[in-house]
């Protein structure tokens, strides 16, 4: 199944937010499955909205009939705005969401490393408010971000992938957030931050909890 990517425009707290929006081809008769939107890694650290592994998420949404939403947060490409520590950025999710996710249309909240940090809260600001269908968390960066608990009821919902060998956040603080939580976590072993070589494995395990 091929997309079709449309940039966009949004409208972010500091300013104009770049993104991109991919839509699958459905085959006739097909609905829509709902919309994800998905954020990226550290933007002092070189995260964008192309990074390898958000498309890889974008990309498994989409072979799953979902609309898939990649935004560079503010101060990162042609986005306004500057970097504000997760804050800001937490408010450009929102915004985002808000803008390309109808309330009455399933929702699936997505990040890697810090994008999963600032999904984390998303997820937290959103629950109760909102349905919200599935999550991924991909490289969540429990050791440098306060990331937020996953309420229990979203466990079930929520798919957290961690890499082994990863050096940037260590399996061992990620063991730590979701221990209290009980929350499982999937290892993929030999696996490290960006998953070189990886890349199809994780897209794999992405399609296998959306579509379940």
Request: proline share 7%; charged share 15%; hydrophobic share 45%.
């Amino acid at each position: 199944m091929n997309a079709l990517s449309q940039p966009l425009s949004l409208h972010g707290p500091a300013g104009a937010l770049q993104a991109l929006l991919d839509t699958p081809l459905l085959e006739p008769g097909a609905r829509l499955r709902g919309t994800a939107v998905i954020a990226h890694p550290h933007p002092q650290f070189g995260g964008t909205m192309t990074n390898k592994v958000v498309q890889t998420l974008a990309r498994a949404c989409v072979l799953c009939g979902w609309r898939a939403l990649r935004f560079n947060f503010r101060g990162v490409g042609e986005s306004q705005g500057t970097y504000d520590e997760g804050r800001g950025e937490l408010q450009d999710m929102l915004a985002a969401i808000e803008q390309q996710a109808p309330p009455d249309a399933p929702l699936l909240i997505a990040g890697f490393s810090f994008g999963a940090f600032v999904a984390s809260h998303a997820i937290a600001a959103l629950h109760g408010q909102r349905a919200i269908e599935r999550a991924v968390l991909v490289g969540t960066a429990c050791s440098r971000f306060d990331v937020a608990p996953i309420a229990a009821e979203l466990q079930a919902d929520t798919l957290v992938i961690h890499g082994e060998l990863d050096d940037t956040v260590p399996l061992a603080a990620v063991l730590d957030w979701a221990r209290p939580q009980a929350l499982p976590i999937t290892v993929v072993p030999g696996g490290e931050h960006f998953f070189h070589g990886q890349l199809p494995l994780l897209r794999s395990l992405v399609m296998r909890h959306v579509r379940a």
